[in-house]
């Protein structure tokens, strides 16, 4: 049963040990971690979102808020990204950054029984890098993911 009021989830994504080969980065790579808490924002009875609105432009519309993300140390770049250049040395190929991408599934299910309905939501965090080298176009990827278990469902009305 859903209590009612809002209700926040909180989503953790990374990515490990990208390699940079910068000479002022850790020798590993680099370790990207953001935090990003999700708010449902349901009625007081728990059986709607209000507002109602999904992934709408306007965040005063949306019935699930994503914040904005809190990145630990390095942050989300950019990184100089270095290659071998002749004669042993390196040379800097491009760079790296991380994005947040926020979408949010939705269903609806009624009971034909009671005459019933009610909705579901279904928030997801990905983390994106993007790599631009020097004179290619951007290669952009979904390195982490995260999602709640199932549907959070709103109370039947």
């Known amino acids: 049963m859903n209590p009612g009021c809002p209700q926040t989830l909180d989503f953790q994504v990374s990515e490990a040990s990208f390699p940079t080969r910068n000479p002022d980065d850790p020798v590993v790579g ?22 109602a609105g999904i992934d709408t432009k306007d965040p005063d519309k949306n019935g699930v808020t994503y914040d904005d993300p809190e990145w630990q140390n390095p942050g989300p770049g950019p990184f100089d990204i270095f290659d071998d250049a002749i004669g042993g040395n390196l040379r800097r190929v491009g760079r ?7 979408r949010t599934r939705f269903e609806k299910q ?17 983390l994106v890098r993007t790599i631009e080298r020097d004179g290619t176009p951007p290669q952009i990827e979904v390195t982490d993911s995260r999602t709640s278990e199932g549907f959070i469902y709103s109370n039947w009305a």
């Not at 009971?111 to 928030?123: D, F």
């Open 30 to 51: 680099v370790d990207v971690l953001a935090n990003v808490t999700v708010t449902l924002k349901w009625n007081a009875a728990g059986t709607a979102l209000e507002p």
């Open 110 to 126: 009624t009971n034909a029984a009671t005459h019933q309905t009610r909705v579901g939501v279904q928030p997801f965090v990905q």
């Open 96 to 102: 790296v950054t991380w994005s947040i991408k926020t």
